[in-house]
Structures are given as structure tokens and as C-alpha cells.
């Protein structure tokens, strides 16, 4: 049973650049949250699919973006990088209806220059 | 003021020594809460969820006081493995289905 994977695992852009990160849930999960977490900090929710939309929203800019596909998996576009960016960015799963509890994956880690 | 705070650490403590986290929230709609923890460069993994009536899961154990907002995870008998970050996690359920994710304390365990 594969858990949550994400792509790719490091990434380096400059700033202005254009990113997209993507992540396809544990099996049998339908609900994808995406987190940024900075150095030496915890987790920050930037939003959550369900059912191919946007459920939720954090206190993201709108340059930070997100799809999800029929299949569950979903991508995060960020546009216009700044160097604020760098950052470990976690995609979650987990099951609408099941609980609050959320499955990470191992992250992709985005360094902005 | 931050939804989810927690001892700001970090915590180096010898092999065997029990070490105590506590955790404060600040939503009282909050309706779950979690520890998860987190090795250098790794994903949080959930360690446990927090529930009013006192959990316990061999080592550790983990209490939920409402009415105080307060959390709070013991870990007894601590061993080398169980160095990493312990991220306090409150959850709004329902529809809200974001996690709000506390600082962090970092355990060091010495031999």
C-alpha cells in the first residue's frame, strides 16, 4: 500500500520563475492539503482539494495555486517566486468524513535564488 | 498571539529520563488534537491522537484539558530513537479540515 508521494523530492529556481509541485495521496484517501514549512518552523496550511476544488484557503497569496485531478493526485503552482518561498512544501492526505487525521508525504524542498 | 504554542526547547535530556511537552490552543472550536513528530529533513508522521480521557500508547501518553486549552505528551524511559521534533497539531474538523501546526520542540536524548 504506497503512502503519499511527492515530486520532485529538491528543487532550485529563481526568483520570478514559475514552479509546480505535485503529489498523489495514500490509497484510498480523496482529500489533499498542501503545507509550507520554513526553517525552524511548523507547518502552514496553504489549502485543501476535495472533489477537485478548492475546499479551503490559508493566508496564501494568490500567486500560490493548486489542482486536483479525478484520480486524487493533485499539484501546487506557485508564480513570481520570491526568495520568501524556500521552503519545505508538504502535501497531506487523508479521507473526507474519516477524522482530522492527515498522512504527509516526504515533501519537495524548494530553494529560491 | 499564535493558535498553537509550545515550550519554545529545546529539551537535551540522558537516556531513561521521562520528559514532559505541553501545549497550549487558542480556538476553542478546535475539536481534535495531535502530536506528530518529525526527524531532520523528514515529513511530520502522526505520533498520536490527543483525547480528553488521557491516552496512553506503551511510552507515551498524551492528555487534552478543554477547559484549560491545554495538551500536553509524556514520554517515559526515553530512548536515543526518540530524538526529533514534537509538532503539537490542533484540528477544527468538519468541513475546516486544515491542521494547525505548533512551533515545534526539539528532544535531544544523550546516552
Known amino acids: 500500500d504506497a503512502g503519499v508521494t511527492q515530486s520532485p523530492t529538491h528543487l532550485i529556481k529563481t526568483r520570478g520563475q514559475q514552479v509546480t509541485l505535485r503529489c498523489s495521496p495514500k490509497s484510498g484517501h480523496d482529500t489533499v492539503s498542501w503545507y509550507q514549512q520554513a526553517l525552524g518552523q511548523g507547518p502552514q496550511f496553504i489549502f485543501q482539494y476535495y472533489e477537485e476544488e478548492e475546499r479551503q484557503r490559508g493566508n496564501f497569496p494568490d500567486r500560490f495555486s493548486g489542482h486536483q485531478f479525478p484520480n486524487y493526485s493533485s499539484e501546487l503552482n506557485v508564480n513570481a517566486l520570491l526568495l520568501g518561498d524556500s521552503a519545505l512544501y508538504l502535501c497531506a492526505s487523508s479521507l473526507q468524513g474519516g477524522g482530522d487525521e492527515q498522512f504527509f508525504g516526504p515533501g519537495t524542498r524548494l530553494t529560491v535564488l | 498571539r499564535k493558535e498553537v504554542e509550545q515550550d519554545p526547547g529545546p529539551f537535551n535530556v540522558p537516556e531513561g529520563a521521562t520528559v514532559a511537552f505541553n501545549c497550549t490552543y487558542s480556538?476553542?472550536?478546535?475539536?481534535?488534537f495531535f502530536w506528530y513528530r518529525q526527524d531532520c529533513r523528514k515529513e511530520p508522521k502522526l505520533l498520536m491522537s490527543v483525547y480528553s480521557s488521557g491516552n496512553e500508547d506503551g511510552r507515551f501518553t498524551a492528555q487534552l484539558n478543554r477547559a484549560s486549552q491545554y495538551i500536553s505528551l509524556l514520554i517515559r524511559d526515553s530512548k536515543l530513537s526518540d530524538s526529533a521534533t514534537y509538532l503539537c497539531v490542533g484540528g477544527l474538523g468538519g468541513s475546516q479540515g486544515n491542521l494547525i501546526f505548533g512551533k515545534g520542540t526539539k528532544l535531544s536524548v544523550k546516552p
Open positions: 480556538n476553542s472550536a478546535s475539536q481534535s
